[in-house]
Protein backbone atom coordinates (compact mmCIF):
# COMPACT_ATOMS: atom_id res chain seq x y z
CA UNK A 1 0.00 0.00 0.00
CA UNK A 2 0.91 3.89 -0.55
CA UNK A 3 0.72 6.68 1.46
CA UNK A 4 0.65 10.07 0.48
CA UNK A 5 1.45 13.18 2.67
CA UNK A 6 -2.61 13.60 4.28
CA UNK A 7 -2.88 9.87 4.70
CA UNK A 8 0.77 9.89 6.74
CA UNK A 9 -0.58 12.64 8.77
CA UNK A 10 -3.65 11.38 10.00
CA UNK A 11 -2.44 8.09 10.70
CA UNK A 12 0.65 9.44 13.37
CA UNK A 13 -1.41 12.27 14.32
CA UNK A 14 1.37 14.95 12.80
CA UNK A 15 0.77 17.85 10.68
CA UNK A 16 1.19 17.73 6.82
CA UNK A 17 3.73 20.76 5.41
CA UNK A 18 4.17 20.37 1.57
CA UNK A 19 2.81 19.91 -1.99
CA UNK A 20 5.20 17.46 -3.53
CA UNK A 21 3.82 14.22 -4.66
CA UNK A 22 4.26 11.75 -2.39
CA UNK A 23 3.85 7.89 -2.71
CA UNK A 24 5.46 6.19 0.39
CA UNK A 25 5.81 2.31 0.99
CA UNK A 26 8.59 2.05 3.47
CA UNK A 27 11.12 3.68 5.77
CA UNK A 28 14.93 4.35 5.68
CA UNK A 29 17.59 6.64 7.41
CA UNK A 30 18.12 10.15 6.14
CA UNK A 31 21.29 9.45 4.38
CA UNK A 32 19.90 6.28 2.57
CA UNK A 33 16.20 7.03 1.55
CA UNK A 34 15.24 7.29 -1.80
CA UNK A 35 11.59 7.69 -3.58
CA UNK A 36 9.09 6.12 -1.88
CA UNK A 37 10.33 6.28 1.44
CA UNK A 38 9.76 8.41 4.38
CA UNK A 39 12.29 9.01 7.24
CA UNK A 40 12.79 11.16 10.25
CA UNK A 41 14.94 13.97 12.06
CA UNK A 42 15.02 13.11 16.11
CA UNK A 43 18.69 13.76 16.80
CA UNK A 44 20.00 17.49 15.78
CA UNK A 45 23.50 16.01 14.85
CA UNK A 46 22.04 14.63 11.74
CA UNK A 47 20.46 17.84 10.68
CA UNK A 48 22.90 18.71 8.05
CA UNK A 49 21.16 15.41 6.01
CA UNK A 50 18.36 17.04 5.45
CA UNK A 51 19.40 18.96 2.59
CA UNK A 52 20.59 16.07 0.82
CA UNK A 53 18.25 13.30 1.47
CA UNK A 54 15.86 12.27 -1.69
CA UNK A 55 12.76 11.01 0.38
CA UNK A 56 9.63 11.67 0.07
CA UNK A 57 8.64 13.03 3.21
CA UNK A 58 10.55 13.53 6.76
CA UNK A 59 9.23 13.14 10.38
CA UNK A 60 10.57 16.76 12.00
CA UNK A 61 10.38 19.17 14.44
CA UNK A 62 8.78 22.70 13.16
CA UNK A 63 11.83 24.69 13.94
CA UNK A 64 13.62 22.54 11.76
CA UNK A 65 11.57 23.74 8.49
CA UNK A 66 14.51 26.14 8.11
CA UNK A 67 16.53 23.81 6.85
CA UNK A 68 14.65 21.59 4.52
CA UNK A 69 11.94 22.52 1.58
CA UNK A 70 10.53 18.67 0.83
CA UNK A 71 7.38 17.45 2.51
CA UNK A 72 7.27 17.32 6.33
CA UNK A 73 5.52 15.69 8.82
CA UNK A 74 5.57 18.04 12.31
CA UNK A 75 5.72 16.76 15.33
CA UNK A 76 7.15 17.50 18.76
CA UNK A 77 8.73 14.34 18.97
CA UNK A 78 9.60 13.05 15.80
CA UNK A 79 11.12 9.27 17.35
CA UNK A 80 7.43 8.39 18.23
CA UNK A 81 6.35 9.64 14.96
CA UNK A 82 9.07 7.34 13.45
CA UNK A 83 7.43 4.36 15.64
CA UNK A 84 4.13 5.34 14.68
CA UNK A 85 5.21 5.08 11.13
CA UNK A 86 7.20 1.32 11.41
CA UNK A 87 4.27 0.13 12.75
CA UNK A 88 1.75 1.43 9.88
CA UNK A 89 4.46 0.30 7.39
CA UNK A 90 5.98 -2.83 9.33
CA UNK A 91 6.32 -5.72 6.44
CA UNK A 92 7.29 -8.31 9.10
CA UNK A 93 5.77 -12.06 8.53
CA UNK A 94 3.56 -13.95 10.58
CA UNK A 95 5.11 -16.65 12.66
CA UNK A 96 2.32 -18.65 11.45
CA UNK A 97 -0.41 -18.56 8.78
CA UNK A 98 -2.11 -21.68 9.06
CA UNK A 99 -2.58 -24.65 11.03
CA UNK A 100 0.47 -26.94 9.89
CA UNK A 101 -0.67 -30.69 9.32
CA UNK A 102 2.45 -31.57 11.17
CA UNK A 103 1.88 -29.29 14.61
CA UNK A 104 0.53 -31.86 17.39
CA UNK A 105 -2.88 -30.53 19.00
CA UNK A 106 -4.13 -32.81 21.47
CA UNK A 107 -8.05 -32.99 21.25
CA UNK A 108 -8.64 -31.58 24.95
CA UNK A 109 -6.87 -27.61 23.89
CA UNK A 110 -9.25 -25.34 22.89
CA UNK A 111 -8.06 -22.71 20.25
CA UNK A 112 -9.86 -19.90 19.19
CA UNK A 113 -10.87 -17.72 16.04
CA UNK A 114 -7.77 -17.25 13.58
CA UNK A 115 -5.33 -19.05 16.01
CA UNK A 116 -2.32 -20.35 13.55
CA UNK A 117 -0.17 -23.15 14.25
CA UNK A 118 3.18 -23.71 12.54
CA UNK A 119 5.17 -26.86 11.29
CA UNK A 120 6.22 -29.34 14.44
CA UNK A 121 4.12 -27.30 17.18
CA UNK A 122 3.21 -29.28 20.37
CA UNK A 123 -0.13 -27.94 21.74
CA UNK A 124 -0.46 -30.52 24.96
CA UNK A 125 -4.12 -30.87 26.46
CA UNK A 126 -5.88 -27.89 28.55
CA UNK A 127 -4.29 -25.46 26.47
CA UNK A 128 -5.97 -22.76 25.94
CA UNK A 129 -5.21 -20.03 23.26
CA UNK A 130 -7.39 -16.85 22.54
CA UNK A 131 -8.16 -15.65 19.07
CA UNK A 132 -5.81 -14.72 16.40
CA UNK A 133 -2.24 -16.11 17.92
CA UNK A 134 0.11 -17.10 16.20
CA UNK A 135 2.60 -20.14 17.11
CA UNK A 136 5.88 -20.11 15.53
CA UNK A 137 7.25 -23.72 14.43
CA UNK A 138 8.39 -26.02 16.64
CA UNK A 139 7.02 -24.22 19.78
CA UNK A 140 5.92 -25.85 23.18
CA UNK A 141 2.98 -25.31 24.71
CA UNK A 142 2.57 -27.41 27.90
CA UNK A 143 -0.42 -28.43 29.87
CA UNK A 144 -3.28 -25.84 30.82
CA UNK A 145 -1.39 -23.17 29.98
CA UNK A 146 -3.68 -19.95 28.66
CA UNK A 147 -2.82 -17.66 25.96
CA UNK A 148 -4.25 -14.52 25.12
CA UNK A 149 -5.80 -13.36 22.15
CA UNK A 150 -3.67 -11.65 19.26
CA UNK A 151 -0.20 -12.89 20.73
CA UNK A 152 2.51 -14.18 18.51
CA UNK A 153 5.15 -16.53 19.43
CA UNK A 154 8.74 -17.13 17.02
CA UNK A 155 9.83 -20.00 16.25
CA UNK A 156 10.94 -22.61 18.94
CA UNK A 157 9.46 -20.96 22.03
CA UNK A 158 8.72 -22.96 24.87
CA UNK A 159 6.10 -22.54 27.44
CA UNK A 160 5.94 -24.67 30.16
CA UNK A 161 2.37 -26.26 31.98
CA UNK A 162 0.11 -24.13 33.90
CA UNK A 163 1.57 -20.71 32.47
CA UNK A 164 -0.92 -17.41 31.95
CA UNK A 165 0.04 -15.05 29.08
CA UNK A 166 -1.97 -12.40 28.12
CA UNK A 167 -3.40 -10.68 25.05
CA UNK A 168 -1.41 -8.89 22.40
CA UNK A 169 2.36 -10.33 23.64
CA UNK A 170 5.26 -11.35 21.54
CA UNK A 171 7.45 -13.83 22.15
CA UNK A 172 10.68 -13.98 20.80
CA UNK A 173 12.42 -17.42 19.44
CA UNK A 174 14.15 -19.60 21.60
CA UNK A 175 12.25 -18.35 25.23
CA UNK A 176 11.21 -20.58 28.29
CA UNK A 177 9.24 -19.61 30.26
CA UNK A 178 8.09 -21.73 33.14
CA UNK A 179 10.77 -23.47 33.77
CA UNK A 180 12.17 -24.55 37.54
CA UNK A 181 13.27 -21.98 39.70
CA UNK A 182 17.09 -22.69 41.56
CA UNK A 183 15.27 -24.33 44.48
CA UNK A 184 17.38 -26.67 46.54
CA UNK A 185 18.19 -27.63 50.15
CA UNK A 186 21.21 -28.84 51.12
CA UNK A 187 21.33 -31.81 53.02
CA UNK A 188 24.43 -33.91 53.92
CA UNK A 189 26.70 -32.37 51.47
CA UNK A 190 24.45 -32.90 48.61
CA UNK A 191 20.77 -31.04 47.69
CA UNK A 192 17.59 -31.84 47.90
CA UNK A 193 15.67 -30.58 44.92
CA UNK A 194 12.20 -28.38 46.06
CA UNK A 195 9.73 -28.51 43.08
CA UNK A 196 8.70 -25.62 41.58
CA UNK A 197 4.46 -25.45 41.90
CA UNK A 198 3.81 -21.93 41.05
CA UNK A 199 3.00 -20.30 38.11
CA UNK A 200 4.25 -17.19 35.68
CA UNK A 201 1.76 -15.17 34.40
CA UNK A 202 2.24 -12.28 31.82
CA UNK A 203 0.32 -9.08 31.51
CA UNK A 204 -1.12 -8.11 28.29
CA UNK A 205 1.12 -6.16 25.70
CA UNK A 206 4.21 -7.55 26.54
CA UNK A 207 6.93 -8.31 24.79
CA UNK A 208 9.95 -10.88 26.05
CA UNK A 209 13.29 -10.92 23.76
CA UNK A 210 14.96 -14.40 22.16
CA UNK A 211 16.87 -16.64 24.91
CA UNK A 212 15.39 -15.14 27.82
CA UNK A 213 14.34 -17.22 31.10
CA UNK A 214 11.34 -16.39 33.16
CA UNK A 215 11.49 -19.29 35.97
CA UNK A 216 8.08 -20.68 37.43
CA UNK A 217 7.39 -19.75 41.19
CA UNK A 218 8.50 -21.94 43.79
CA UNK A 219 4.98 -21.89 45.21
CA UNK A 220 3.16 -18.35 45.00
CA UNK A 221 3.77 -16.77 40.89
CA UNK A 222 6.09 -15.39 39.17
CA UNK A 223 4.51 -12.00 37.65
CA UNK A 224 5.36 -9.95 34.57
CA UNK A 225 2.84 -7.08 34.43
CA UNK A 226 1.13 -5.06 31.61
CA UNK A 227 3.73 -3.52 28.74
CA UNK A 228 6.52 -4.75 30.62
CA UNK A 229 9.48 -5.06 27.10
CA UNK A 230 11.81 -7.39 28.05
CA UNK A 231 15.61 -7.92 25.79
CA UNK A 232 17.10 -11.16 24.62
CA UNK A 233 19.15 -13.18 27.32
CA UNK A 234 17.51 -11.85 30.04
CA UNK A 235 17.05 -14.18 33.25
CA UNK A 236 14.09 -13.33 35.70
CA UNK A 237 14.32 -16.08 38.41
CA UNK A 238 11.55 -17.43 40.64
CA UNK A 239 8.95 -15.63 42.43
CA UNK A 240 10.20 -11.99 41.03
CA UNK A 241 7.29 -9.45 40.37
CA UNK A 242 8.14 -6.81 37.62
CA UNK A 243 5.47 -4.04 37.41
CA UNK A 244 3.91 -2.65 34.80
CA UNK A 245 5.99 -0.62 31.87
CA UNK A 246 8.89 -1.70 33.24
CA UNK A 247 12.03 -2.01 30.44
CA UNK A 248 15.22 -4.74 30.75
CA UNK A 249 17.83 -4.68 28.48
CA UNK A 250 19.81 -7.69 27.16
CA UNK A 251 21.94 -9.76 29.82
CA UNK A 252 20.38 -8.41 33.03
CA UNK A 253 19.71 -11.10 35.99
CA UNK A 254 17.13 -11.05 38.53
CA UNK A 255 17.76 -13.46 41.32
CA UNK A 256 14.51 -14.86 43.10
CA UNK A 257 11.87 -12.68 45.15
CA UNK A 258 12.95 -9.20 43.73
CA UNK A 259 9.41 -6.94 43.30
CA UNK A 260 9.69 -3.97 40.96
CA UNK A 261 7.79 -1.44 40.45
CA UNK A 262 6.03 0.19 37.83
CA UNK A 263 7.97 2.24 34.81
CA UNK A 264 11.37 1.35 36.10
CA UNK A 265 14.22 0.95 33.30
CA UNK A 266 17.22 -1.54 33.76
CA UNK A 267 20.29 -1.16 30.89
CA UNK A 268 22.36 -4.24 29.75
CA UNK A 269 24.07 -6.48 32.01
CA UNK A 270 22.46 -5.07 35.56
CA UNK A 271 22.16 -7.76 38.24
CA UNK A 272 19.97 -7.45 41.16
CA UNK A 273 20.48 -9.26 44.44
CA UNK A 274 17.61 -11.63 45.86
CA UNK A 275 14.44 -10.77 47.90
CA UNK A 276 14.64 -6.78 47.35
CA UNK A 277 12.10 -4.01 46.28
CA UNK A 278 12.56 -1.99 43.68
CA UNK A 279 10.19 1.32 43.41
CA UNK A 280 8.20 2.70 40.56
CA UNK A 281 10.25 5.17 38.59
CA UNK A 282 13.57 3.73 39.14
CA UNK A 283 16.40 3.77 36.35
CA UNK A 284 19.32 0.85 37.26
CA UNK A 285 22.66 1.99 34.08
CA UNK A 286 23.93 -1.14 33.01
CA UNK A 287 25.99 -2.82 34.40
CA UNK A 288 25.10 -1.99 37.98
CA UNK A 289 24.72 -4.59 40.58
CA UNK A 290 22.08 -3.90 43.52
CA UNK A 291 22.10 -5.07 46.76
CA UNK A 292 20.13 -3.02 48.42
CA UNK A 293 16.26 -2.32 48.75
CA UNK A 294 15.50 1.08 46.36
CA UNK A 295 12.78 3.14 48.07
CA UNK A 296 13.75 6.46 45.97
CA UNK A 297 12.92 6.68 42.35
CA UNK A 298 15.78 8.02 40.40
CA UNK A 299 18.62 7.12 38.50
CA UNK A 300 21.47 4.45 40.21
CA UNK A 301 25.02 3.33 38.99
CA UNK A 302 27.71 1.29 39.97
CA UNK A 303 29.04 0.03 36.66
CA UNK A 304 33.12 0.84 36.13
CA UNK A 305 33.82 2.76 32.81
CA UNK A 306 36.33 1.32 31.22
CA UNK A 307 40.04 3.22 30.79
CA UNK A 308 43.17 2.16 30.10
CA UNK A 309 44.60 -0.61 31.20
CA UNK A 310 47.55 1.20 32.62
CA UNK A 311 45.29 3.66 34.96
CA UNK A 312 43.12 0.57 36.05
CA UNK A 313 46.13 -1.39 37.29
CA UNK A 314 46.93 1.70 38.79
CA UNK A 315 43.21 2.48 40.42
CA UNK A 316 43.00 -1.54 41.96
CA UNK A 317 46.74 -0.61 43.57
CA UNK A 318 44.88 2.17 45.32
CA UNK A 319 41.75 0.26 45.74
CA UNK A 320 43.41 -2.35 47.91
CA UNK A 321 44.90 0.23 49.99
CA UNK A 322 41.53 1.67 50.87
CA UNK A 323 41.61 0.53 54.62
CA UNK A 324 44.94 1.66 55.38
CA UNK A 325 44.61 5.08 53.62
CA UNK A 326 41.16 5.12 55.80
CA UNK A 327 42.92 4.48 58.99
CA UNK A 328 45.62 6.86 58.30
CA UNK A 329 42.69 9.29 57.71
CA UNK A 330 41.30 8.78 60.55
CA UNK A 331 44.09 9.56 62.59
CA UNK A 332 45.46 12.70 60.84
CA UNK A 333 41.59 13.84 61.73
CA UNK A 334 41.94 12.81 65.97
CA UNK A 335 45.04 14.64 65.85
CA UNK A 336 43.97 17.59 64.49
CA UNK A 337 40.85 17.89 67.09
CA UNK A 338 43.73 17.40 69.79
Known sequence: MKWNLAELAKAIGAQAHGSAPCAVVSIATLESAQSGQASFLSNPKFRDQLSSTHADVVIMREQDLGEYSGNALLMADPYIGYAK???????????????HPSAFIDPLATLGKNVAIAANAVIESGVVIGDNTQIGAGCFIGKNTQIGANTKLWANVSIYHNIVIGDGC???????????????????????KIPQTGRVVIGSHTE????????????????????V????????AHNVNIGDYTAIAGATTFA?????????????ACAINGHLNICDGVTITGMTMIINHITEAGVYSSGMPAQSNRDWRKNAARYRQLGDMAKRIKQLENQLKN
Open 256 to 268: GSVTVGKNCIFGG
Open 229 to 236: IIDNQVHI
Open 170 to 192: IIHSATVIGSDGFGYAPESGQWL
Open 85 to 99: LAQLLDSTPASADMV
Open 208 to 227: IGASTTIDRGALDDTIIGDG
